[in-house]
T-cell receptor
């Protein structure tokens, strides 16, 4: 069965600093990968997705992620964060013909002024 | 604008009571999903439906029931058999069953608490 591991449960950074949120998945077959953001008391909003092609994927709000097949990783990055980026971020994977989307445990990003 | 509407935003349940959470979408999506979110546990799949009048159990279906009588609607009932129902419930939808590369779109959730 698919699994997703988000390596950090919390990541505190200062405003305007770069950030990387780490995600590893378990699969030896083709996968589709997604990052979602959740603001307090709201649903999840799609940040970006990797379906095929270029391994560097750009999303909304200045985020990007790099698909690394050999390391089975899909880390999310932003070169300069803003206070408004404070939220919880979820990595998700669907692959091997499975209908279900499997989510990681989430990473809480806290931006300090 | 198309989207997913969940209601109510907050819901309180008494002991031994069944409650129903509403989920409506106007995205013309075939597939709909219910997730439960607890702090530190990510999202866990309760039930999903890929077509009207058909649905499957997810990973934590015990104590829950669903129906899919219309394409736009996928209500979730939390029964009295669910002993720990306090959680944030999220409804999602996506395009057709074969479209594995399609992302899921989420509603804003319903927070259920026990009185």
């Amino acid at each position: 069965a698919q699994s997703v591991t988000q390596l950090d449960s919390q990541v505190p950074v200062f405003e305007e600093a770069p950030v990387e949120l780490r995600c590893n998945y378990s699969s030896s077959v083709s996968v589709y990968l997604f990052w979602y953001v959740q603001y307090p008391n709201q649903g999840l909003q799609l940040l970006l997705k990797y379906l095929s092609g270029s391994t560097l994927v750009k999303g909304i709000n200045g985020f990007e992620a790099e698909f690394n097949k050999s390391q089975t990783s899909f880390h999310l990055r932003k070169p300069s964060v803003h206070i408004s980026d404070t939220a919880e971020y979820f990595c998700a994977v669907r692959g091997g013909g499975a209908q279900k989307l499997v989510f990681g445990q989430g990473t809480r990003l806290t931006i300090n002024p | 604008d198309g989207g997913i509407t969940q209601s109510p935003k907050y819901l309180f349940r008494k002991e031994g009571q069944n409650v129903t959470l509403s989920c409506e979408q106007n995205l013309n999506h075939d597939a709909m999903y219910w997730y439960r979110q607890d702090p530190g546990q990510g999202l866990r799949l309760i039930y999903y439906s890929h077509i009207v009048n058909d649905f499957q159990k997810g990973d934590i279906a015990e104590g829950y029931s669903v129906s899919r009588e219309k394409k736009e609607s996928f209500p979730l009932t939390v029964t009295s058999a669910q002993k720990n129902p306090t959680a944030f419930y999220l409804c999602a939808s996506s395009r057709g069953t074969g479209a594995l590369n399609q992302p899921q779109h989420f509603g804003d959730g319903t927070r259920l608490s026990i009185l």
